[in-house]
């Protein structure tokens, strides 16, 4: 049975703090592995990750993918109150299906 | 370019109605795919409609369905509602179908109460 597991749940760090998102999966197919942040409402998009080793960068946020180990990280480095959120870690296979993990609760405290 | 928009924003419903959401997908977009999110469930895939056909469905029940019209908006209708309905639901369009590797574009979903 498909699968993504994400860890910790959730995680209370201290502003300036680097946290290490972590996400496994096991899916028939896969075909991309995505990282979503949902802070209210909408899941906005962060990165999507195609190819092992290629590390995707957005300012204080990054993203890398194993296919061998079939994992992926989130690093976000110098956390602020804003990154409080929601993490979430989705892995689409070739064949349309599209498994989410049960997310990670950032709390980052002032 | 404007997002994924969902109507209504809030919806309350008693046990045996049935309930239409709507989605209208960012301009271009041909693939919408709905989800139901729950506190202890997470994120489940419903299903996914790409140039008005459905393309995958994921294990909910018949009473869960949906259509795409010919402009790629979109509609989930859920009929003879439980309690256990209760959620928010997201919708999120791509350019290609979810099986490609466009990303996923959420709306910021309906919160149905089922009382």
């Known amino acids: 049975e498909d699968k993504v597991v994400q860890s910790p749940l959730s995680l209370v760090v201290h502003e300036g703090d680097t946290v290490t998102l972590n996400c496994s999966y096991e899916?028939?197919?896969?075909?991309?592995l995505l990282w979503y942040k949902q802070e209210k409402k909408a899941p906005t998009f962060l990165f999507m990750l195609?190819?092992?080793?290629i590390e995707k960068k957005s300012g204080r946020l990054s993203s890398i993918l194993d296919k061998k180990e079939l994992f992926s990280i989130l690093n976000i480095t110098a956390t602020q109150t804003g990154d409080s959120a929601i993490y979430l870690c989705?892995?689409?296979?070739?064949?349309?299906?599209?498994?989410f993990g049960k997310g990670t609760k950032l709390s980052v405290k002032p | 370019k404007a997002g994924v928009t969902q109507t209504p924003r809030y919806l309350i419903k008693t046990r045996g109605q049935q309930v239409t959401l709507s989605c209208s997908p960012i301009?271009?977009?041909?693939?919408v795919s709905w989800y139901q999110q729950t506190p202890g469930q997470g994120l489940q895939f419903l299903f996914e409609?790409?140039?008005?056909?459905?393309?995958n469905k994921g294990n909910f029940p018949g009473r869960f369905s949906g259509r795409q019209f010919s402009n790629s908006r979109s509609e989930m209708n859920v009929s003879t509602l439980e309690l256990g309905d209760s959620a928010l639901y997201l919708c999120?369009?791509?350019?290609?179908?979810?099986?490609?590797?466009?990303?996923?574009?959420f709306g910021n979903g309906t919160r149905l109460t089922v009382t």
């Open positions: 999120a369009s791509s350019f290609g179908p979810l099986g490609s590797n466009s990303p996923l574009h």
């Open positions: 899916v028939t197919n896969f075909r991309s």
């Open positions: 195609t190819s092992s080793g």
């Open positions: 989705a892995v689409k296979g070739s064949q349309g299906n599209l498994i």
């Open positions: 301009s271009g977009h041909r693939s």
């Open positions: 409609y790409f140039s008005e056909t459905q393309r």
